[in-house]
């Protein structure tokens, strides 16, 4: 028999034979032992409904690191009386999921089920993932995946059209307190913290009730006489590091947190998401970059001056470089929190971009060509062309758009920041332009 393939009551004594780590030992034995997934495993959760109604289907675990993913499908395979089978999308290529498969075949043709688990499922490529869908179609398998990552980014439509993305909590603060208090009692001791260290141990696991438990483990194998500060702590251990992946959702998560907390003129959040993203390793160029792609999008001519703050704060950074230089990319995420803001020229360049992709080919009127040849003369080309700076107040009001289309307005300035001031000028060229026209 594989590794992979090996029955619940196997695992469980294979597991008691050795010394085993707290988290393993404090795994819940019951789905309503689980904690932090009420919105789930709750009375009116979505997967208690469907346990109690015999309809389990196929499922995607979506959530961060230390949620209970592999417990809960676990727990899923002893409530439906099916066999589990876990294996992970890092270490499985095809000839393993051949066998995996097919033990899953006699055993149906044997009148067992088979819930097959697989952790980080997104690992798989397409041709992989829909190597699934037979065997769960004809009911060989029950599938569980866990994923970290988004499944709408990572899964094709084929396999998300055959189970239901269930979304798992990162757990909250009463539920790591309610892990360290389960812990306590499981060791027959309480931790030799203060309050405030316990409340910073909380801290320590950012949301991941597996750290939580290995920290735990830790402080309890310490020698100490009475109670440890939350300093005392930190200088014994290493706080752990935010999830943040710079190629996954995390990154996409956080540049939209800060982008919208600059358009929504809030500096304190748009900091905080800057640091986060900071903190997480981000490359501070990235960050130059986004910084200034807001500035054009969002403030745009309400306040020409912002492009070159981000200019300015990206060239700082080169120079300075880390951590120096970041705080150049700071004053410029809060000088466009506060900026006045429009996207009056972003909408316009879009707008100019689909009419142009519109229009085709059509060319620019004959009056405003140049006309360096003879022949170019006699076909018209320059003929009529009015020089505006002959012209009354310096505006002809000729027509540049080609005959064949009728005006466009695509620019339409806000009563923000220096576009007031655009504002009035472009109100002032269209009443200079229909001055001409009459």
């Not at 230390?66 to 499985?92: C, D, P, W, Y």
């Not at 829909?130 to 994923?147: K, Q, R, S």
Request: proline share 6%.
């Amino acid at each position: 028999m594989d590794l992979f393939d090996t029955p619940q009551g196997d695992q469980d004594a294979a597991r008691a034979t050795g010394p085993r780590p707290l988290a393993d030992r404090l795994r819940p034995a019951r789905l309503a032992d689980v904690i932090g997934q009420d919105h789930l495993l709750g009375p009116e959760g979505s997967l208690r409904i469907m346990l109690d109604a015999g309809a389990l289907s196929s499922l995607i675990l979506w959530g961060p690191p230390g949620v209970g993913k592999t417990t809960i499908a676990r727990l899923l395979a002893q409530e439906t009386h099916l066999h589990f089978v876990q294996i992970s999308a890092i270490f499985t290529g095809v000839p393993e999921l051949r066998k995996v498969f097919e033990a899953a075949r006699l055993r149906h043709a044997n009148g067992q089920g088979t819930l097959l688990f697989v952790d980080e499922i997104h690992r798989f490529n397409k041709a992989q993932q829909d190597g699934f869908l037979p065997h769960m179609e004809d009911g060989t398998i029950l599938l569980v995946g866990a994923t970290t990552e988004n499944p709408s980014f990572e899964l094709n439509a084929a396999l998300m059209s055959r189970a239901q993305v269930l979304v798992l909590n990162r757990l909250g603060d009463d539920a790591l307190a309610q892990m360290i208090a389960h812990a306590e009692a499981t060791l027959d001791h309480p931790l030799p913290l203060t309050p405030d260290a316990r409340a910073a141990l909380v801290t320590m696991a950012d949301g991941d009730g597996r750290a939580l438990l290995n920290l735990v483990e830790q402080v309890a194998a310490w020698k100490v006489d009475g109670q440890l500060t939350p300093a005392q702590l930190g200088q014994r251990l290493q706080r752990r590091a935010a999830q943040y992946d710079k190629s996954g959702e995390a990154h996409y998560n956080l540049i939209s947190a800060l982008h919208k907390s600059v358009r929504g003129s809030d500096p304190d959040a748009a900091l905080y998401w800057f640091a986060r993203m900071l903190e997480g390793g981000e490359d501070p160029r990235f960050l130059a970059r986004r910084i200034t792609r807001m500035a054009v999008e969002d403030i745009g001519l309400a306040d020409p001056a912002a492009q070159r703050q981000c200019l300015d704060a990206w060239s700082t950074y080169e120079r300075l470089g880390s951590p120096e230089g970041e705080l150049a990319l700071a004053q410029a995420v809060i000088y466009l929190a506060l900026a006045p803001k429009s996207n009056a020229a972003y909408v316009a360049y879009k707008a100019a971009r689909a009419s142009a992709k519109s229009t085709g080919s059509a060319p620019p009127p004959k009056h405003i060509l140049n006309a360096p040849t003879k022949m170019m003369k006699d076909q018209g080309f320059g003929a009529g062309y009015a020089y505006d700076h002959d012209a009354e107040d310096g505006f002809s009001g000729q027509n540049y758009f080609p005959d064949t289309m009728s005006r466009a307005r695509f620019y339409a300035p806000v009563e923000r920041g220096y576009e007031r001031d655009l504002k009035k000028r472009l109100e002032w060229f269209e009443g200079l332009r229909a001055k001409r026209k009459s």
